[in-house]
């Protein structure tokens, strides 16, 4: 599977940017999709995830309702549209693909492929 993330960007903080990640090859309707995020010096941290069959998705605390993930299943897309944002929504941000139950889908170690990443700065 491979998984490739656009729409990164410079924003001043209160603005809104649009994520997209585009997956090919072969992924299966019981997978997850999740957005993890990484900035300089910390750990990687889960932003959100959704199945991509059905509409379930979860959301970190951090970004609940300023965050939201839409699906385009005939392009293979999933879009993080991301508003309010904040000077702390700085990161690198990555999308990944994987298989794991929906308790654990917060787990990145669980996910088997990975974006390439996208820078996000929100200036404040």
């Known amino acids: 599977v491979q998984l490739v993330e656009s729409g990164g960007g410079l924003v001043q903080a209160g603005g809104s940017l649009r994520l997209s990640c585009a997956a090919s090859?072969?992924?299966?309707?019981?997978?997850?999709l999740g957005w993890f995020r990484q900035a300089p010096g910390k750990e990687r941290t889960f932003v959100a995830s959704i199945m991509l069959s059905g509409a379930r998705t979860d959301y970190a605390d951090s970004v609940k309702g300023r965050f939201t993930l839409s699906r385009d299943n005939a392009n293979n897309t999933v879009h993080l549209q991301m508003n309010s944002l904040k000077p702390e929504d700085t990161s690198v941000y990555y999308c990944?693909?994987?298989?794991?139950?929906?308790?654990?889908?917060?787990?990145?170690?669980?996910?088997?492929?990975w974006g390439q990443g996208t820078q996000v700065t929100v200036s404040s």
């Open positions: 990944a693909a994987g298989s794991p139950t929906w308790a654990r889908a917060r787990d990145g170690r669980l996910y088997k492929s």
């Open positions: 090859g072969r992924i299966f309707n019981n997978w997850f």
